[in-house]
Structures are given as structure tokens and as C-alpha cells.
């Protein structure tokens, strides 16, 4: 995580750029009267180049679970009446765009994890830096990574940070754990990594030997892949026909998802292959748009936390 796995974008109000902002932009071909929607926020960089192209009519759903970033949304848009920045996670897309009243020109899904989050202490999602070992997206809901090891079974939690993590050494680490927490609770994030680091018998080359268990377990608590898999099918169901769906991920199970979704939905259902007529309900929805797209050098020596992006598009089909 801390190496550049993880990240969605720098604070615009620090002058930095959010990922892939040029080809998502370039994907999304956003259109003046449009409606769109960015089902993650954060710190707004998407959304302030998407509203500098809409005229009166356009509109734009901002969706964010964290609440700092609604909070610093609504700053960034007061006043603006085509913009709505709305609290929530974005499994809850398609109830949130009915309010909008028409059909999607576009939906965009950023997976990365932003920088203020990464960087303040207090959000717990950094083993470089002292907090609480919290790791919620939305510090108002659900257990905190503290709660949620405190009494998770040494099976479970290997299979979480094999599985999420990709650790080769999830058992070793799962061990330490359970066993470290036995002599006293695990309440930070230095603790946490303390103890993975004391389990990991070789690191990786630049890569601190926490980062594959935070990044599991992060995901874990926040039901990552669960809420993508959610939000898929919805960003699809609200786009009007020739409507975007762009999506930029930074992991290699999200994008393996994004990819199959966007490869199966650009087919017909196989049960009626070679019949002479496909229902409608059985047609393809989507039609992919270009290749995946990944950040170039010069973007990742600005950010380095933009190494993993991988983005890719797809445009609904009339129904």
C-alpha cells in the first residue's frame, strides 16, 4: 500500500493531479447537458474536471463514503446546483442516479485509496505512521480493523491476507498475530506491523513487509471487492444507451473483476449462441472502448503511488 499499490489521487488543493485524470476524461467523453456520476470522490479531482465541461444543464452525482471527503465536496461544489455530493458507499449507485431523474451519460469508478487517507495517522491505514488501527473507509460504520482482529479466527485471517494480500507467508503471519494478541490487544498500526515484520523471515525489494497485510486486511474491513462487484451491474443498469462506464483500479483482483465483467457483458448470453434471434434481455450491454490504459512514466514519476492504475472502459448499448 504505502509503495504505490494503493492510491487514488493527491489533494487537488496541493496541486497534484488525480490518476489517469486525462484518459478518464478522454473516456468518459462527457458531453455539456449530460448527467454523470463519480461513485468515489475523493478529494475531487475527477469531479472538478468533469463539472468544468458540463454547461447549465449538466449534472453531476458525487458519491463517497468517507465523510471527510463529502464534507470537503460540498466545500469544493457549495453553490453549484448541478452538483450533488452524497454520503453513502456506491453499492447504493443505482438508488442514488434515480434521483437524478434521467439515464447516465456516464459512471466513473476510482478504486484507489486517496492520499489524505493514506497519509494522516489517525485513518489508520499507514504502517509508517503512529494511529489507531482503524482502516475504514466510513469511520461511522461497520468494526475497525482493531475490533475485527481482535477476535478473528487464526484460519480466517490467513485465508483474508493470502487472499487479499497475495502474502506467501500468510500463516507465519496469522500465527504472530493471534499469538501477540493473547499477550495484549492490538490497538495501532506500528504494533500491527511490528509483529508482521517479526513473522516475515525476507522482505521484498523496496517493499515494507506489512504492506501485503495491511492491504488485505484493509480491504477486507471495507468489503472492497464486494462492494465492486455490487456496483458493476448498477453503473451498467443506470447508462442510457452510448453511455460510459469507466473504471480505474489498482489491484490485480479488482482489475481481473472489472475485466471479466466488462468482457462478459460485451456478449451475448452463451445459451443462445447460434440462434437466429437473442432476446433483449439476453444481448450484450456493453461495448468495450479501447485497451486498458495505464498511467505513462511521466505520470508515475510525479505520483509513484499511480504505478498500478489500470484503467478501462466500455459503452452501454441500446437496450
Not at 482502516?135 to 491476507?161: F, H, K, Q, Y
Not at 506491523?193 to 522482505?203: C, G, M, Q
Request: net charge neutral.
Amino acid at each position: 500500500m504505502e509503495g504505490g499499490k494503493e492510491a487514488r489521487d493527491r489533494d487537488t488543493a496541493g496541486g497534484h493531479a488525480p490518476v489517469l485524470c486525462p484518459e478518464a476524461l478522454a473516456m468518459l467523453d462527457v458531453e455539456p447537458d449530460g448527467f454523470y456520476i463519480d461513485a468515489t470522490l475523493g478529494r475531487g479531482g475527477h469531479a472538478r474536471e468533469i463539472v468544468a465541461r458540463l454547461g447549465p444543464q449538466g449534472m453531476l452525482l458525487a458519491i463517497d463514503r468517507d465523510p471527510e471527503a463529502v464534507s470537503h465536496g460540498r466545500e469544493m461544489f457549495a453553490g453549484d446546483s448541478r452538483v450533488t455530493v452524497v454520503h453513502a458507499s456506491f453499492s447504493a449507485l443505482a438508488a442514488l442516479a434515480r434521483a437524478g431523474g434521467r439515464a447516465a451519460s456516464g459512471v466513473l469508478v476510482d478504486l484507489g485509496v486517496s492520499s489524505p487517507q493514506l497519509d494522516t495517522g489517525a485513518r489508520g491505514f499507514s504502517f509508517l505512521r503512529e494511529g489507531p488501527l482503524d482502516m475504514r473507509m466510513d469511520p461511522t460504520s461497520g468494526p475497525s480493523a482493531a475490533a475485527w482482529l481482535a477476535g478473528v479466527d487464526e484460519r480466517e485471517l490467513a485465508s483474508v491476507i493470502a487472499r487479499l494480500g497475495e502474502d506467501r507467508f500468510a500463516r507465519r503471519i496469522a500465527r504472530a498475530i493471534v499469538a501477540a494478541r493473547a499477550e495484549a490487544p492490538i490497538a495501532t498500526t506500528t504494533a500491527l506491523a511490528a509483529i508482521v515484520a517479526s513473522a516475515v523471515p525476507t522482505r521484498e525489494p523496496g517493499k515494507h513487509p506489512a504492506t501485503r497485510t495491511f492491504q488485505a486486511i484493509r480491504m477486507h474491513i471495507n468489503r472492497e471487492l464486494e462492494e465492486l462487484a455490487a456496483v458493476l451491474p448498477q453503473a451498467v443498469a443506470v447508462l442510457g444507451p452510448g453511455g460510459r462506464l469507466v473504471v480505474i483500479s489498482f489491484h490485480s483482483l479488482e482489475d481481473r473483476l472489472v475485466k471479466r465483467f466488462m468482457r462478459d457483458e460485451s456478449q451475448d448470453d452463451p445459451a443462445w449462441a447460434g440462434l437466429p434471434q437473442v432476446p433483449p434481455q439476453a444481448r450484450a450491454r456493453l461495448e468495450r472502448v479501447g485497451k486498458a490504459v495505464f498511467p505513462s512514466d511521466e505520470e508515475i514519476g510525479r505520483n509513484p503511488r499511480a504505478r498500478s492504475a489500470v484503467l478501462r472502459a466500455a459503452r452501454r448499448l441500446a437496450a
